[in-house]
């Protein structure tokens, strides 16, 4: 990938400023949203993402399309997601009626961001508690799918770059045999137009993909081999199909 030129780095930096500041300034403006009904909540976030991505496409030129949502379930379902920027992490609430993300218990804590993460009833994890943390998130992902909410998981369990692919975590796996509901693996390639680290946004159309679902049932194994497979031949084949 070509280095981002002096107009791309300059656009990145306004629009950065613009998301930051923007949920700063919502944020605070509807705190007290953090004391009253969920739905009120959620609400105002989809009005904060839709500042986010306007702001994007109009400073950055960037923006994404949705392909296989003939793929989602009704009801309850595990979305298992390949993970190369923020951009999936914001657009799922957009995508998604209503999804429980599972979430890293350091982003809890940051400023609005994690008050409002929170209050939306997102999965909350401590990575360091082990086993504890894993019977938490079973629990509290069966609860969210039995009120007819999707979980969304990144398997991979960090940003990854465009070409890189490295083993699901077994925290997925875990959410399949417990759920007892459909998995529903997503390719992207928000990568190439979101950096996954620092500020740069090229211009671009990114494309989220849900896949063919995987049924449950299966063994531990057999479903991990099925997901993984699934999620980097999709990948792969998004860009390749677009070059």
Known sequence: MKPAGPLTILRSLLFVLWMYGSMMIVGFAVIWLLLMPRSWTRA?????????????????????????????PEGGALIASRHESMMETQAFWQILDDPAIILKKELAWLPVFGWFAVKLENIVVDRGAAAKA?????????????????ILIFPEGTRMKPDQFDALKPGVAGLYGAMNVPCVPVALDSGDYWAGKGII???????????EPIAPGLSRDDF??????????GTRALRANRT
């Open 134 to 150: 894993l019977r938490k998130m079973l629990r509290d992902a069966r609860e969210r799918a039995e009120a007819g909410r999707q």
């Open 44 to 72: 105002v976030y989809r009005f904060w993402l839709w500042l986010v991505f306007g702001g994007l496409k109009i400073i950055c030129g960037q923006s994404y399309e949705v392909r296989g949502r003939e793929n989602l």
């Open 201 to 211: 946004r090229r211009p671009g159309k990114a494309v989220i993909q849900f896949l």
């Open 224 to 233: 991990m081999k099925l997901l993984q497979s699934r999620i980097e031949t």
